[in-house]
């Protein structure tokens, strides 16, 4: 990939969004934790079931290209209206100017090939987000969970192939209320694991959920960022984006089992790993941005989620 990279490996009382990621250096250990959280306050709190419940359905993805999906696409299905035209859910400019066109580019990381596809057309479900506005995404690994955060707090999720009814930010997740999220990312833990955690950014400061298969929630960090010598600059400059590649199979053997990629306002797009190691590299050369044809501009990603079962990266931008 020709993509220059720098490793450190990091001491374990220095991590902090990155916190006791897992229970042992280089890959050793069990599944991920949340001890070890500098500087962390409140405790853990629980609530029932949010919005629905899942079971493990396979999404299938879109095999379409440009700016169509597949009716097979989990995002929309055959038959449904598209709601979003006419800008009625449109971010607001103060300027007049309308709002930016986003589009989904989805990276297929075993091809390395992209496609891209109009999220007024993708996301045209009820309860679906809006084209415009979004701040943040992630997507679960062992269950079929996808958040989506707009710049206007409210949450939109899909379960199990159906988007819920959208909620504000301090309804779904009130610790994180006060929070204009930037980015998003989660551990998944074992496979024989009934939760995730979440974790969302607004440096200086991260909250971390446990988010339940049967749609429960537990508080488990409310913690305020900092920067790491050699490491990512968490608390001084914004996360426009994160996502996490995770093969659960590897924890305890493999210390990139889980390699967390976020991306900063500052150009640097910095890996951690199991191992506690970060790796920089530049925004425009890397695991997913390479110039290649079709992949998006690096520099104005809004979002970025991961979907396990098909191996693709998505990234939201204009």
Not at 13 to 35: E, F, H, M, N, R
Not at 178 to 196: N, W
């Amino acid at each position: 990939m020709g993509c220059s990279a720098r490793v450190i490996r990091m001491p374990r009382a220095t991590l902090v969004l990155c916190l006791g990621v897992l229970g042992c250096a280089g890959g050793g250990g069990g599944a991920p934790g949340v001890s070890g959280l500098a500087d962390s306050a409140g405790d853990s709190t629980s609530t029932g079931a949010a919005q629905g419940s899942s079971s493990n359905a396979t999404p299938t993805e879109p095999v379409a290209t440009g700016s169509s999906t597949a009716a097979t696409d989990p995002d929309t299905t055959a038959g449904e209206v598209d709601e979003t035209t006419g800008g009625a859910r449109g971010e607001s400019s103060s300027t007049g100017a309308a709002p930016a066109t986003l589009r989904r580019y989805s990276l297929d990381m075993e091809a390395g090939t992209w496609t891209s596809v109009p999220l007024v057309e993708l996301w045209t479900a009820p309860n679906a987000p809006p084209p415009t506005g979004i701040a943040a995404a992630v997507s679960l690994t062992h269950f079929d969970r996808l958040f989506v955060v707009t710049h206007e707090g409210m949450v939109y999720e899909r379960a199990d192939r159906v988007w819920q009814t959208p909620l504000p930010l301090e309804e779904r997740f009130p610790a994180a209320g006060d929070l204009e999220v930037t980015a998003m990312v989660h551990t998944p833990g074992q496979d024989s694991d009934d939760h995730e955690h979440i974790f969302f950014v607004d440096a200086p400061l991260a909250v971390v959920y446990d988010q339940f298969e049967n749609g429960g929630l537990e508080l488990l960090q409310v913690a305020d960022l900092m920067d790491n010598e050699g490491g990512a600059p968490q608390a001084s400059v914004d996360n426009d984006w994160s996502l996490a590649l995770a093969d659960p199979s590897g924890i305890g053997m493999d210390a990139n089992w889980l390699q967390w990629y976020s991306a900063y306002a500052n150009g640097e797009l910095w890996l951690f790993n199991a191992a506690f190691e970060w790796t920089l590299f530049p925004i425009s050369d890397n695991l997913f941005f390479t110039g290649a044809a079709g992949e998006p501009d690096p520099f104005v990603v809004r979002a970025a989620y991961y979907d396990d079962t098909f191996e693709i990266a998505h990234f939201i931008a204009p």
